[in-house]
């Protein structure tokens, strides 16, 4: 749940961006690696308005596949890594992710941008939300005022609400971390412009690189599963 921007006057604010690479050691294929969903889906027939409205089944079924696969995975030594950084800082988790693997950790402040898995909303009233307790949802399931529900994920051309949440904490960020992210889809991959250039950057993962105009960056290629609990007793040392 996403707990408020205002900042602790006592710690440090760590505000950290998540993506698909953060749960890969868990099991969750990512989307733009070598046998990542996005090879074996085209994203247009599963991810989009559009394919909502052709193939609704075809929708449901993916999310709900994915759904089910929640069910035999577990958090990994990354996850669980950053909630222990919560000893020491506020630390502000900005997921890109739609599994519940930084909650289920222990991870106290997760704020999901591209929406969860675990929730399905109405298609008439976007504010009717509901926490699913199984895996499947089925054409003719449906919200109290009769529509049909449909997945708690934003697709590929719909707006993103967190953002302007997401915006205002990176801004806040006294330390700022990227982790198992290709940072190629906006407006996630463009927060880290609003940190400030003074602000220490970490930036995990096997393919990460230098971004482009970013100054006090940490570019670290390695998997979140063995770098993160190793930066994290850094963190909690150094403070
Ligand atoms: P990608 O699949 O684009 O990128 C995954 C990143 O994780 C890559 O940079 C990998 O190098 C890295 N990676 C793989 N294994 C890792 C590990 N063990 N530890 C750390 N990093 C590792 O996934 P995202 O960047 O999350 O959106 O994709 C962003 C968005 O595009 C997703 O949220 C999804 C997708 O389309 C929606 O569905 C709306």
Known sequence: ????????????????????????????????DNNGLWENHRI????????WVQNPEMVLDFYNQRRKQLLEVEPNAGHLALVRLEKKFDVQI?????????????SSKVLHLHGE?????????????????????????????????RPHIVWFGEAVPMIDKATELAKTADIFMV???SMVVYPAAGLIHYVERETPKFYVDPKAF??????????????????????VDRLLKEG
């Open 1 to 32: 749940m996403y707990l408020g921007i205002t900042k602790s006057n006592t710690m440090k604010r760590i505000v950290l961006l998540t993506g698909a690479g953060m749960s890969a050691e868990s099991g969750i294929s990512t989307f733009r």
């Open 44 to 51: 247009e027939e599963v991810a989009s308005p559009e394919a």
């Open 94 to 106: 900005i997921t890109q992710n739609v599994d519940d693997l930084h909650e289920r950790a222990g």
């Open 117 to 149: 898995l675990k929730k399905v909303r109405s298609t008439i009233d976007p504010t009717l939300v509901y926490e699913l307790d199984h895996w499947e949802i089925k054409l003719g399931d449906k919200c109290e005022k009769g529509s049909q529900l």
């Open 179 to 181: 982790i198992g992210t």
């Open 210 to 231: 230098p971004v482009h105009g970013i100054a006090n960056m940490e570019v670290i290629r390695q998997k979140a599963g063995k770098a993160l609990p190793a930066l």
